[in-house]
């Protein structure tokens, strides 16, 4: 019989007590700022002495999409819990729900609103004198807009005053151009959004080499509806009409030269609709040796410039790492954002929000995604991980937003090359395992590049297929995803992989080159010669809540910064290579490394990175 004496009870007391601690640390991904709102509990307490008043009541007279609004608001009985929601579109009564079935009432709100900001945020007199006022940022988002306010806080809402409408000239207009690589090196996609379906408007866009003549290009249209949705609340009160998805296809470029264009959407009363002017520069063509800039994060969301969902909000660091990207857009050529893309888990209209914070960088070089659980992980869709991660949108979202050259979009893995550069992406929310298609994809897109032409061979992935010392992962034990290196690790030896860059961890780690658990090469700032081993890094500081690391040390890992982030690689030529840790808050370096060689260092055995035998042996 084994006994337990309180010092023994006392000690896994505490023992549980700190395991709970640290799971609850691990857990970084934080909770939509929405999704505190109980949205069907919203009863009426319209009270006639109170009100809001938004003004201008019209935006974008002078063709801008985003303007600021001035809300002001006075309450008889005000509380630090009253707040002010913003509604697209502006009318969100009962009479705009739809019943589940004929028994059922819709509730008075039918959807969240895309934002919201608590009455005492810029005016502290607020619960003393019932009056204040909000600065706030409206993007057009194809709708019009409503100023609510609420008394009783977030959990037991009751709407006591609702604004004028506020609406933009023309809500339909093109917006936020998203450029992507085609599926051929000399071919660049633009992505829009607009409100003009094929049978109200042509989308098309009128382009040409910088200050030469234009031509038009056709554009094709997606759009979904609620039932695309997997569940809620992308197709509860998280939904709103995505409009419709424009892309063009702007073909045969020549390769670094400055090319200019303009969304465009000619209605058939033969009127032209028009975005303002653009420009972008070519792709290299693969091997060419040129200047190369790569940006490279993970796990970046959104951020409100006017202090919106301030209180809840996990994504804090998002806005300063698009401020420092938009700061160095001249030295930037490419953008991966590998997964995590804004974290609207559900909610529709954060897309559209997401796509206005990211328009300067986004219509400028192309801005590459990889699939991660916040935009395709739902129970029951083939998702390799079974968890609501996704918030019902089941990969609808980032797979129709954005073009990426895949063969199947719903299968988000696919490689594009970038001059001296081949990036081999992965998609972590389907099966990679030896033997699937996803396998077979990754090995054929590492094999299938020439080193002598692209040397530069890097893969990325959302979730963390290598190493981290990341809390979560060190309870597991497994310093990664369970089953992550067991199939993939020789793969990455054998076609000698330079680096493997993830997200999915919120932090900053850098390996030294490893292989099966083990440093190949103790050097730390400057890596000549044979490749021996792929280095692993984790970028996903791009703006989401931090994670923290564990107290372990592991013997591969040089060096962890617990903060906001992205990495910047620079090919100078075929020989040498610059990789950069930058912060987000002020852009300077904090970690470092090169690489220098030549094309017989790469052809040259290392550990499991040739074949045993050999005819000539």
């Known amino acids: ?364 070089v192309p801005y590459m995604l990889a699939s991660g659980n916040h935009e395709r992980d739902w129970p029951g869709t083939g998702s390799f991980y079974e968890n609501m991660d996704s918030g019902g949108e089941c990969g609808v979202l980032a797979e129709t937003m954005f073009f990426v050259p895949a063969e199947n979009r719903a299968k988000f893995w696919y490689s594009t090359d970038y001059g001296m550069f081949r990036f081999c992406i992965a998609d972590t929310e389907h099966d990679w395992r030896e033997g699937t298609e996803q396998y077979k994809f990754i090995e054929h897109c590492l094999a299938s590049v020439d080193r002598q032409k692209q040397p530069w061979l890097i893969f990325l992935a959302h979730r963390v297929l290598g190493y981290s010392s990341g809390i979560g992962y060190a309870i597991e034990g497994s310093f990664a995803e369970p089953m992550a290196r067991e199939s993939l690790q020789k793969l990455w030896q054998k076609y000698k992989v330079d680096i493997s860059i993830y997200g999915h961890v919120h932090n900053y780690e850098r390996t030294c080159p490893i292989y099966e658990n083990r440093c190949t090469d103790y050097e730390k700032h400057y890596y000549k010669g044979t490749p021996k081993g792929t280095i692993h890094v984790v970028a996903g500081g791009g703006g989401a809540s931090l994670s923290t690391f564990t107290t372990l040390k592991t013997n591969w890992s040089l060096y962890r910064d617990y903060d906001y982030g992205f990495v910047k690689l620079t090919a100078f030529d075929h020989s040498n290579l610059l990789f950069e840790y930058k912060k987000s808050s002020d852009g300077k370096v904090y970690d470092t490394f090169r690489i220098s060689r030549d094309y017989r260092d790469i052809l040259a055995c290392t550990v499991d990175s040739c074949p045993s035998t050999t005819l000539a042996s």
């Open 1 to 364: 019989m084994f006994v337990v004496g309180m010092r023994g009870l006392r000690l896994i007391f505490w023992t549980i007590l700190l395991v709970l601690a640290i799971l609850q640390n691990a857990n970084s991904h934080g909770v939509q700022p929405l999704s505190r709102i109980d949205v069907y509990k919203a009863t009426f307490a319209l009270d006639n002495r109170a009100y809001v008043k938004a003004s201008p009541d019209v935006l974008g007279l002078n063709g801008q999409n985003t303007e600021w609004v001035t809300v002001e608001y006075s309450s008889q009985n005000p509380s630090i819990d009253d707040w002010i929601g913003v509604f697209s579109p502006a009318n969100f009564s009962a009479s705009t729900c739809l019943a589940e079935n004929p028994r059922v009432t819709p509730p008075l709100l039918c959807s969240a609103p895309i934002k919201y900001q608590y009455t005492n945020y810029s005016s502290p007199e607020y619960k003393d004198t019932g009056k204040g006022s909000l600065k706030l940022l409206l993007i057009n988002q194809r709708s019009d807009f409503s100023f609510a306010l609420f008394s009783s806080g977030l959990l037991n809402p009751k709407l006591v005053a609702l604004s004028n409408t506020v609406s933009f000239t023309n809500p339909n207009a093109p917006v936020y151009p998203r450029l992507a690589q085609g599926k051929e090196w000399n071919e660049m996609t633009i992505t829009w959004t607009s409100g003009y379906g094929i049978d109200e408007a042509e989308p098309f866009v009128q382009w040409g080499p910088k200050g030469e003549h234009r031509q038009h290009s056709p554009a094709v249209t997606l759009t979904f509806e609620r039932n695309s949705m997997c569940g809620a609340p992308a197709r509860t009160v998280g939904w709103r009409d995505p409009g419709y998805i424009h892309t063009s296809f702007l073909k045969e470029l020549w390769p670094n030269r400055v090319y200019t264009y303009k969304l465009g959407h000619r209605l058939f009363n033969n009127t032209y609709i028009w975005s303002r002017e653009y420009q972008f520069k070519a792709s290299p063509f693969p091997g060419q040796n040129s200047l190369q800039h790569v940006v490279i994060f993970g796990d970046m969301g959104k951020d409100e410039a006017d202090g919106s969902n301030e209180y809840n909000n996990f994504q804090r660091g998002s806005l300063n790492t698009t401020n420092q990207l938009i700061k160095d857009l001249n030295n930037i050529d490419i953008v991966f954002h590998i997964g995590d893309i804004c974290y609207a888990n559900g909610y529709l209209s954060q897309w559209d929000q997401f796509t206005a914070q990211i328009e300067p960088i986004a219509s400028a």
